[in-house]
C-alpha cells in the first residue's frame, strides 16, 4: 500500500497554543494536500504544496514539505476550540492518477 | 451553491441486496472518485474517473462498480454488498488534471450491511 502515515495519531492541546501534526509517505510526489474532517462529515481542503515548494501558509496554517524525508507536516498557530477535527495528508504521486490519504491525526484543543 | 451531494446520506441493507449510491457535482469537474473511510485506515480510494467514459480502480476496488455516463454523476454500485463492505463512503471530484487541484468532499453516505 502507498498509504501514508500521520503522527501522532491523536493530539490534546489548549486553545492558544500551537499544534503540528506530521504526514509520511511513500512515493514521489506531483504535490501533498492537507484535509480537515469535523467528526463524521465531508473532508474540506485546507492547502496544497507542490513537490518543489518546501513552505507554504494560509492564514494560522504552515505547512512544509520534505521530499528528500518524504515527510510534511501542518503547524497551526494560536488554537481555537473550532479547530478540533481529525486533518489528513493526501499525497498525489508523481505516475499514475490515484490519490492516498493518510490515516489522519485526530486534534482536541480545549477550551 | 458549488457542491458534491451524495444520496442516500444513510443506508441499512442486508447481504446480497444490491445498491447504488449516487454522487452528483455541479462545479463541470472532470476528476471524480469514490473513497471509503474505515476507523484507523484513513480513506482508501475505490474508483476515480479522470472523464466521462473513463474509469479507473483505486486501492479497494473489489466488490464496486461504477460509471461515468454523464460528466456530472458518478454512482457507485455494489452488485452484491457484505458486511465488510459497512463503512462511510465519500465522493469528491477535482478540475482538469484532478491531481493537481484539491478535491471537493461529499456530505459522506454511511452503510450498514448486515
Known amino acids: 500500500s502507498q498509504q501514508g502515515e500521520e503522527d501522532p495519531q491523536a493530539l490534546s492541546i489548549q486553545e492558544g497554543e500551537n499544534a503540528t501534526m506530521n504526514c509520511s509517505y511513500k512515493t514521489s510526489i506531483n504535490n501533498l494536500q492537507w484535509y480537515r474532517q469535523n467528526s463524521g462529515r465531508g473532508l474540506v481542503h485546507l492547502i496544497l504544496?507542490?513537490?518543489?515548494?518546501r513552505e507554504k501558509h494560509s492564514g494560522r496554517l504552515r505547512v512544509t514539505l520534505d521530499t528528500s524525508k518524504k515527510s510534511s507536516s501542518l503547524l497551526i498557530t494560536a488554537s481555537r476550540a473550532a479547530d478540533t477535527a481529525s486533518y489528513f495528508c493526501a499525497t498525489a504521486p508523481n505516475t499514475g492518477n490515484q490519490f492516498y490519504f493518510g490515516t489522519g491525526t485526530s486534534l482536541t484543543v480545549i477550551p | 451553491e458549488a457542491q458534491v451531494t451524495q444520496n442516500p446520506r444513510y443506508l441499512i441493507t442486508v447481504t446480497g441486496k444490491k445498491l447504488t449510491v449516487t454522487c452528483s457535482q455541479n462545479?463541470?469537474?472532470?476528476?471524480m472518485s469514490w473513497y471509503r473511510q474505515d476507523p484507523g485506515l484513513g480513506l482508501r480510494q475505490i474508483y476515480y474517473s479522470m472523464n466521462v467514459e473513463v474509469t479507473d480502480k483505486g486501492d479497494v476496488p473489489e466488490g464496486y462498480k461504477v460509471s461515468r455516463k454523464e460528466k456530472r454523476n458518478f454512482p457507485l454500485i455494489l452488485e452484491s454488498p457484505s458486511p465488510n463492505q459497512t463503512s462511510l463512503y465519500f465522493c469528491a471530484s477535482s478540475p482538469y488534471r484532478g491531481l493537481y487541484n484539491e478535491q471537493f468532499f461529499g456530505p459522506g453516505t454511511r452503510l450498514t450491511v448486515l
Open positions: 504544496i507542490r513537490s518543489n515548494e
Open positions: 462545479m463541470n469537474h472532470e476528476y
